[in-house]
């Protein structure tokens, strides 16, 4: 980037996030003004305070430490000069995020559930972390093999179903809009490891371009939370206080994730937002909202797939297949395809904004 283009780029994505923050915010307020026992403003303000503060104090800390990230050789040619930016920033605001949303349910009966949700959390934020510590010391964007990586999630998603099963806490019919259910008996136990699998996965695969994952987590943070509330009984306001914190810490972190970024969050960040976003849908019965107002991440998901799919469908002798994309995650396609860096983030973002609308609009109630 050149010195003439710097200012601006950094103009352009601080007034971005500062608008995603003013709607953040100002949906809570309205949440707490006209929807009764809503409490969201509080730990989204707390948690977004305090993100902001440990990841302005850690930039430093981690660039001192050389946890500078690699950046993988077969992506697009501008992101080579992100190389070096500190990563592992999942590290700073997770924790945030995770204190403060368990402390909006103290002295509620849906403690348990929150500490079960911190915990898969916090334990898919390890198993980020070790993959990022294995890349930086190896000096490669590779650090655990796809299968151990894998298998890692699987296992924490076992744990936490197995509890969650125990308890009740699931059910076995997935609520859909139009008062419609499906029921699923015992089939729900292979869907809720898929879900957590896929999404953490798909955050992960988002997590490529200035302020994307972060914002759009932010967004889908708050509005699961916001659905929760809507639906009155059938809802939780220990978990949406919990997701309101989630996207504080997600919007402190936007504060030196936006374009250009000081941080990264690593998988160490995009593997705990996969498995909080799961592990909240399935302990409430919003699959179908996440599915919603997560198509972002899904689409991201869907775009590697579709694309070595194709690729090894169409493999000739020569070992080259046709792609479907310039190249995947979709985010890269649209880069490819001339889109600044911040016009991809913006527009998705946007995008991220109107499912969670539609999210609302065709919310599974009682």
Known sequence: MSDSLAPRSSSDGRIAATVLAVVVFSIAFAADRWIPNSLLSLPLLVASLIAAATTAWGVPQLRALKMGQVIREDGPEAHQRKGGTPTMG???????????????????????????????????????????????????????????????????????????????????????????????????????????????????????????????????????????????????????????????????????????????????????????????????????PLLVMGGVFLAESLSVILQVWVFKATKGPDGVGRRVFRMAPLHHHFELGGWSEQTVVRSFWLINAGLVLLGLLFLPLP
């Open 90 to 288: 999942g590290l700073l605001v997770v924790p945030v995020g995770v204190i403060v949303g368990s402390l909006s349910a103290v002295g509620e009966e849906s403690g348990p559930r929150l500490l079960a949700v911190a915990a898969v959390t916090l334990a898919y934020m390890v198993i980020g972390g070790i993959d990022d510590w294995r890349s930086l010391t190896r000096q490669t964007n590779k650090g655990l093999t796809a299968r151990g990586k894998l298998l890692l999630q699987g296992l924490t998603a076992i744990l936490f179903l197995a509890l969650a099963g125990s308890q009740g806490w699931i059910s076995s019919s997935v609520a859909l809009p139009f008062a419609l259910t499906l029921s699923l008996g015992w089939l729900i136990w292979p869907l809720a490891l898929f879900v957590f699998l896929a999404e953490s996965n798909a955050t992960n695969l988002t997590d490529g371009l200035d302020g994307l994952a972060s914002g759009c987590g932010a967004l889908v943070f708050t509005g699961l939370a916001l659905q929760l509330m809507v639906r009155g009984n059938s809802g939780d306001p220990a978990l949406a206080g919990f997701c309101m914190a989630m996207a504080g810490a997600w919007l402190g972190f936007l504060a030196h994730n936006r374009n250009p970024a000081r941080l990264f969050m690593g998988d160490t960040g995009s593997l705990a937002m996969g498995a909080s976003l799961s592990a909240v849908a399935l302990l409430s019965n919003s699959l179908w």
